[in-house]
DNA sequence: CTGAAAGCGCTTACAG
DNA sequence: CTGAAAGCGCTTACAG
């Protein structure tokens, strides 16, 4: 299985250069020009000779691995969401660009996570880090803090720190302002703790679409659960039926698979979805084009987010400048079946990637 | 963000030695025995002094980078199963163990997967490489053979390889069996195509526990669809109402996706789940619990055979002794409710995690 | 049995 | 402007 390698001393001899000028010229070093010709002779060389440098050297002289590590938290019974998996694509898509790795962690335990990467910060065996999901006073954050370069995926309150999120706010007031239209007022909402931040925005947003509908606020129509499982949303609904209000026409979920637990919810209390509960989920899991009915969600581009975290924190560890430190992103609202609109033939949105009858 | 970084040097001058002496003790290496006073003096100033050797310099020394690609490949509109993603948190987690860090790939595209694999050859940035679903005639196979040590999480036919599997035979021999148990005669099987050899496997144990029962094998019952997907459920479903048999009254589909377009499909043609048709998925992706009916279906231990693999794998690198050159590992019925055993009051099998009111 | 020294393949400060 | 040489932090073959 081994052959000798091709080191940068074959790839000089071989375009009689000096190790040093080859090594310019590979890494595109500014240097003084080596005339055109030898510049061309070194490429032809090296691309000849399949010359690839040695990460394990570089790394020894330069004090990078080439590495990221991306710090994923998992819901207690699920594994990677959807979103979390297209996350880790667009991740290691954007760092191969680049050359790099990415290492992917996932725990479903924080205690673990934070033990990981202590370990990681020690061993430096990483460049630096993503961190997906961040809470509010998120100790990885504390423990990242002035050790290590990292980017966050999602917004953070506390400290200015690097970040690419959802529009999170924009995209609740879509979802929600999407079933106003459908002629709801009274609107429930179940998010995740107020501790994730992008649930505080989500929250926001919400109560944006309502105020701007002229529709009062009603605290008890907010229902904050422990995680993002279909379970916790059967729950939620549970709660918002149980509560003495007028029962909701219509809920927004903070993650599809809230809103899963909240149909089957629905279905056994006898509530048809949509005509008693119009239901909108979030993120588009793709199976939920197949639950019944179909889920009306809210698209978010989980592998563009990613690349984008990747490249500004591939760029911070180099050093290079950053450009912006917070990228925000929109998010699509998806229409099928969930929310009714179909039925009463009315929506604000296009319906683009939902009509196509598949993706 | 840069304090000096402790060394071997630092270590073998605070204890006295000599850096080979440090560096034997602190790698466990058999030479003689280092007076036991000495040994610990060293490990405890190591450990005092926080050294952690630099994964580059080692590389450089050793040619290992301590870094291992795991390659899956995504079904075209899904991001990792649930399946994959245990494997990857598997994976991490035993790679860790070893202080490995691994790098996950995921292409929907094989040629892009096969591009990736080739470059990760070539820079030889990674020690070797599991491969996620492996089809016949693997064409990752191909290029990593001799190359690049790897290890399959599936199995193959052409070639002595080192794998971890799940039994898979058994596993559809036990979801077919139970079918059968409940008094279903005509029961379909819906499959990915045969060249995922996974596949053939488990039709194998469908015939098998058709032949057991004495029900004759009916090749019209048996449906291969292009991935896994709801959509391709669906149209299965359809594709096996079409046909002129007596109607199937269970289908055994092999992925949880698949199971979900069916019992979607069969709503729309008003057929009741389970009473007109019992089905069973398979890979226990979480959500079904929650799909209406829940889903029954057949557990597969992701994670601990990722782990597997992975100490398989790092031992293969290592070339240590591996142990087994196959690993089997069993899989779990999961009844709930799709299957109408619940209705019936009968099954074959013990209903453990299920019956918990959780997973 | 133990330590001094060479050398892995790069990058870069320095000398010419 | 260009090349020779030092040195990053390990591991190991070799000398004592």
């Not at 099928?336 to 009509?355: H, I, L, M």
């Amino acid at each position: 299985m081994e052959k000798r390698r091709i080191t940068l001393k074959d790839i000089a001899m071989a375009s009689q250069v000096s190790i040093a000028t080859a090594c310019d010229v590979l890494n595109n070093k500014p240097r003084t020009r080596v005339s055109e010709t030898t510049r061309q002779r070194i490429l032809e060389t090296a691309s000849r000779l399949g010359y690839q440098p040695h990460r394990g050297a570089r790394s020894l002289r330069t004090n990078l691995h080439h590495l990221i590590a991306v710090s994923v938290l998992l819901a207690p019974e699920m594994p990677f969401s959807p979103f979390a998996s297209e996350l880790v694509s667009g991740a290691f898509k954007a760092a191969r660009e680049e050359g790099w790795h990415i290492t992917v962690s996932g725990y479903r335990d924080i205690q673990e996570e934070l033990r990981q990467l202590e370990e990681i910060i020690a061993e430096r065996s990483v460049d630096g880090v993503i961190i997906y999901e961040p809470v509010e006073d998120d100790p990885r954050i504390s423990l990242l803090k002035g050790k290590m370069p990292f980017v966050l995926i999602g917004s953070y309150e506390k400290e200015e720190v690097y970040s690419v999120d959802l529009d999170n706010e924009g995209a609740a007031f879509m979802a929600t302002q999407h079933l106003i239209a459908l002629g709801h007022h009274h609107i429930a909402l179940v998010s995740a703790p107020r501790h994730y931040l992008t649930c505080r925005s989500r929250q926001r947003g919400y109560r944006q679409a309502l105020l701007q509908a002229g529709i009062p606020f009603d605290q008890s129509f907010v229902v904050e659960v422990e995680e993002y499982s279909s379970q916790a949303g059967a729950q939620a609904l549970e709660i918002l039926l149980q509560r003495n209000q007028p029962r909701p026409t219509a809920v927004v979920a903070m993650d599809d698979s809230l809103a899963l637990g909240i149909i089957y919810k629905a279905h056994q209390h006898g509530l048809h979805v949509p005509d008693d509960l119009a239901v909108v989920g979030f993120n588009d899991a793709r199976y939920t084009e197949y639950s019944e009915p179909s889920l009306t969600t809210v698209r978010v581009f989980a592998e563009a987010m990613a690349r984008q975290a990747t490249q500004m924190l591939i760029r911070l560890i180099r050093q290079e400048p950053v450009g912006a430190r917070h990228i925000v992103m929109p998010a699509q609202m998806i229409i099928r079946r969930s929310c009714g609109s179909w039925k009463k033939g009315k929506s604000v949105f296009q319906n683009d990637a939902g009509s196509k009858g598949g993706y």
